[in-house]
């Protein structure tokens, strides 16, 4: 699909005011960051189902814990950073442990969070919430796809982390899309290749399967919203056709999405596969472009790691 | 406010069966917290014998109060209260410790009654909050949020982050009680971190203080009574309640040593008949001294 | 205590400078929180000028006072302030937000004279009481430790744990000085989450307290003064610093729209010149008002 | 080698007295656990060097990053749930980011850690710590190994997280055993199967090799200690060998030591991995024996994954 790029802030805050009208028990808890993750918007549609809870990440989750065992549906919104490393505990005990209906938005995700540096582009979040029992991870590849993922969060019973890129994004799905926990989708065929992606990069991916084309190189490419629980039926068939992978994460590459990728590949049918995310380090301030760029985490850097998994699974020395 | 004769009578018994039954648990399950579950005996005597409104026929009662045990390694005197308040048979608290059984800790799903589940310090306060303003939300005015709260675990940073925002949301719904027992896990709190002036920090946080002694029965019902139905002035109120770590049995007083250690049955048997005769009950040794222990020992406790 | 006019100028025209950077520094970087930068501009001058012993030739000098910016996200005023102290070449600040340059938050590797790194709030208090606790493993008397505080950081329950093993360990060489410029990112922090009665929390969690008007030099100094050499008798020492968020450009002042955004660049040049009138210094624009833009323009702010 | 079993605590408590008499600069700091721990025994030796936080542990690791900053040599002790999920914003931030010298140990990991549930058997540290740059993460199989990389964490500049099973083991290593950043083991040599074990589970894969072993099957044990780097080149050639393995872990297979090894196998040499460890579920109460059975974590379920890679690897049906 083609069409002007939706930022996904945007979509998180309409999305949020849209189930508030559906769901009377929801409650926005922020912790002083609304008009940058745009939690904003429910709290103008629903004052009185805003709850601001100051700079005290801890404090939040463990007051949504208490909301969700008093039959609210909580959606305490902080950035990435600060839900997954400031009050992982909370989030861990008081909430995954008793399984408790909490949906947890992570806003700056990865490269893209402004100017701000290390300390808020959150790479760490998808290795960190993946090893939580009874957590569900999501991260949205457009606009349309964030829309569903919220509804599914809703709908799901139990703790959900998403992630919210700060960044605008082509549409990839259209308005009627929908959203499966445990569901990929295969967004383009090919036979040599599988490039899975997740969240913001599976448009990378796509981008990388238009530069391999013109090399004759057909890449399939597979969108995994739902990171936990995966698909491990496509994964498994898409890798078993193409015989090698890519996955691309804007996150680290350390236990993220690439490695859940591979839990499920070493089981099922072991292939040669690159991982494409920040390589181990911390993620610095600047420009996206430069920032994406400076990470090798381009569509160039993808297709090229689609040509080294090509020649290995051909056997050819890399 | 004079407390009935068998009323004092009932609430003096509980919080003996509390102690008994935790020494009973803790020593069947080879693990556990002695010290904290005893300081607390008389609290949760007076909270689920007399103060809270629940229904252990509907746990799920929708107006009932409810309690948060941050404390969480205090388990076994709330298994118990739960017990002896109805929510399941008594022996069900045997199963303490055990592989599908009532956990270490707490978890809910595991036991009737139970409002929250914990195990890590400092985190209960939050959950309480958010108790304490879904109340709110639901325009529940008689109803209260209790949470036990341990002295060492004062030092807690997320215990400061509740206290501030119950004050900011003039939550005069929630009753922070703290086990102010003087001892943490490995010293006094005051050698270890120093959490005085305890009831000026509560204050300094907005909160309205009581200070009680805290295994006196007739003053807890008393301290329970003024920050239920007189002091709910849009703040909410802290119970500092004084106890003994380890109160009943003369080595586990003030003791860290049995702050997390598990008896051998004999040993178990000598605690149990010295508590009898500290409250002035027939002499009743442990339950299970001589069966078989069915139960892997694999240390002593910690 | 009467302070040289020689000195005072100095201390006001760093203060100026401190403001006029941070806007350079924001405006050319794209990024930044010109707010918390401005109601720090006269704490950092008096800090760096006059109150702290470092030596900008040699900024691992084992003898150095140290400052812990723990609210990180007020970089721009510091980055300034070791700039003016000599640290690096003023043009150095304008790498700031760049990739490789001046860290958005705080990043001790790229610049020198920092202290620590940052970006989370609430955790530099505990990392200055490392420091001094190390000054006082090292047998250094007369060593400071600063660390400055926001007043919505206060939220943050590390702080309170900070503050409550610092007083533990009676840490007199420890100095905290909260900007209390009375709004945070959203809005005010009493309609967020209040902080008050904020002496009185400090003081319950035994610390000496000063209140002083963050922005009058010489009750600045006076108050430094005293945090260092009268107050110090087995207490930390917290200043609470009554400011402006925005302090000195009418339009930010206390404005939360300010907390973080980045001015264009001809917004930047009228807020240099209003700067200028305020302060009483000759009118001087935005330095790099129409040089072409170098860095990609993500977003304003926020 | 054989031997009587050692308290791993033990051996840390003893390695911290050791470590104390060569860094003078060294600076042991607790949170109320001491004596579980067994930090005690570095508090009897050196009092003065050893400081009490009481329960705060987001303090501990902040006052450690500003010890550190002073020229110390900070051990900032306490169990590995508060470590890794109470703490992590303090660890990540205020010492990975700056590369402070700070050595964690994490106390009572995984399934033994007494009765107390859940809340404290922690699986996630391993996941979590990976994904920390500049973080080296580390886990010994035995006493000498814990020794070793205890003295191996002070010599290396930069953060370190190790971990210590609340378990009694059988010595592996002998006295004179040396640890290497990124350095695995060689236990035993086999062609059909490799064994990658870290922490206490190197003993199960041990274990489980003699049980192969009755059927004619030979495995290779390798033992990985060291997580984070881990040793790419014995890996790689040990599955080259093998041409499958089996992970074995004393925490969650989700992002963990068992990711580590696929990340680098699916680059150097895709093979058929089963990974052994807590599967993705809250760890109980329980006694340990009960709780290795309860969660397939015993040299047999070790054995019958072996069992299933290597019929992988032949082509048989699974
Ligand atoms: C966050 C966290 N840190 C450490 C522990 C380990 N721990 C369990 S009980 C305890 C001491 C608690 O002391 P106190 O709060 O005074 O409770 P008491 O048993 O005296 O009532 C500690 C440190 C824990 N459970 N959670
Ligand atoms: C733990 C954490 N939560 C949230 C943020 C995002 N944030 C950055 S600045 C800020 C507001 C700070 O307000 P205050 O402490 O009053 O500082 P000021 O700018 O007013 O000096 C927030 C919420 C953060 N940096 N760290
Ligand atoms: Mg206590
Ligand atoms: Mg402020």
Redesign the pocket.
């Known amino acids: 699909m083609n069409g002007a790029a939706i930022e996904m802030r945007d979509a998180f805050g309409q999305t949020l005011v849209e189930l508030g009208a559906q769901y009377p028990n929801m409650i926005v808890l922020d912790?002083?960051?609304h008009t940058s993750s745009k939690a904003t918007m429910f709290k103008k549609a629903y004052p009185e189902r805003f709850l601001q809870v100051g700079?005290a990440?801890q404090n939040l989750f463990g007051i949504s814990a208490g909301l969700a065992l008093s039959g609210f549906l909580p959606f305490p919104s902080?950035?990435a950073a600060?839900a997954s490393r400031?009050a992982l505990d909370q989030i861990a005990i008081s909430i995954c442990f008793p399984n408790l209906n909490v949906k947890i938005p992570g806003s700056y995700v990865g490269l893209p969070t402004s100017r701000a540096g290390a300390s808020h582009n959150c790479i760490e979040d998808i290795a960190i919430m993946r090893a939580l029992p009874n957590m569900r991870v999501a991260d949205p590849a457009d606009a349309a796809d964030l829309r569903a993922i919220m509804h599914a969060a809703a709908e799901v019973r139990g703790p959900v982390y998403f992630r919210i890129a700060r960044l605008a994004m082509p549409p990839i799905f259209g308005p009627d899309h929908r959203f499966e926990w445990g569901k990929g989708v295969l967004l383009r065929e090919g036979r040599d290749v599988t490039l899975f992606g997740t969240g913001i990069m599976t448009t990378f991916c796509l981008k990388a399967a238009d530069l391999l084309a013109h090399e004759g190189i057909r890449a399939e490419v597979v969108h995994l919203g739902s990171i936990k629980p995966i698909d491990r039926e496509l994964i498994a068939s898409s890798a078993a056709r193409t015989g090698c992978a890519v996955t691309a994460e804007n996150a680290t590459i350390n236990g993220g999405f690439g490695a859940a990728v591979l839990e499920v590949l070493s089981e099922e049918c072991p292939v040669p596969v690159r991982r494409i995310g920040v390589r181990d380090r911390w993620a610095d301030s600047g420009g996206i472009k430069e920032l994406f760029t400076h990470h090798h985490m381009q569509p160039e850097d993808i297709a090229e790691a689609a040509r080294k998994v090509i020649s290995q699974k051909k056997g050819v020395q890399v | 406010m004079q407390l009935p004769v068998e009323k004092l009578t009932q609430l003096e018994t509980v919080a003996y069966q509390i102690r008994r039954l935790s020494v009973e648990m803790i020593t069947y399950g080879k693990w556990g917290h002695i010290g904290g579950s005893f300081s607390m005996a008389e609290i949760l005597a007076v909270l689920y014998f007399h103060v809270m409104k629940v229904d252990a026929e509907n746990p799920e009662w929708e107006h009932r109060d409810r309690l948060v045990l941050s404390k969480a390694h205090g388990s076994p005197a709330l298994y118990a209260a739960l017990a002896l308040r109805g929510f399941y048979p008594l022996e069900k608290v045997y199963s303490y410790c055990e592989l599908g059984g009532f956990e270490g800790h707490t978890d809910m799903a595991r036991t009737p009654g139970l409002e929250s589940s914990g195990g890590p310090l400092g985190m209960g306060l939050s959950v309480a909050v958010g108790m304490a303003l879904g109340m709110r939300f639901k325009d529940n005015p008689r109803g209260r949020v209790f949470c036990i709260l341990g002295d060492g675990e004062c030092n807690e940073g997320n215990v400061w982050e509740a206290a501030m925002s119950a004050a900011h949301y003039h939550l005069d719904n929630l009753i922070a009680v703290v086990d102010y027992n003087k001892v943490m896990a490995k010293g006094f709190v005051w050698d270890e971190m120093a959490i005085e002036p305890l009831a000026e920090k509560w204050r300094a946080f907005g909160w309205e203080v009581i200070e009680v002694d805290g295994h006196d029965i007739p003053a807890l019902v008393e301290a329970f009574y003024r920050a239920r139905w007189i002091l709910p002035r849009g703040k909410p109120v802290v119970v500092i309640a004084h106890t003994v770590k380890g109160k009943g049995v003369e080595m586990a007083e003030f003791n860290y040593r049995w702050h997390t250690h598990a008896p051998d049955p004999a040993t178990a048997d000598r605690m149990l008949r010295e508590l009898a005769r500290t409250y002035g009950f027939p002499e009743q040794g442990y339950s299970k001294l001589g069966e078989p222990e069915v139960k892997e020992n694999f240390y002593g406790g910690e």
């Open positions: 912790a002083d960051l700079i990440e902080t950035f600060f400031r």
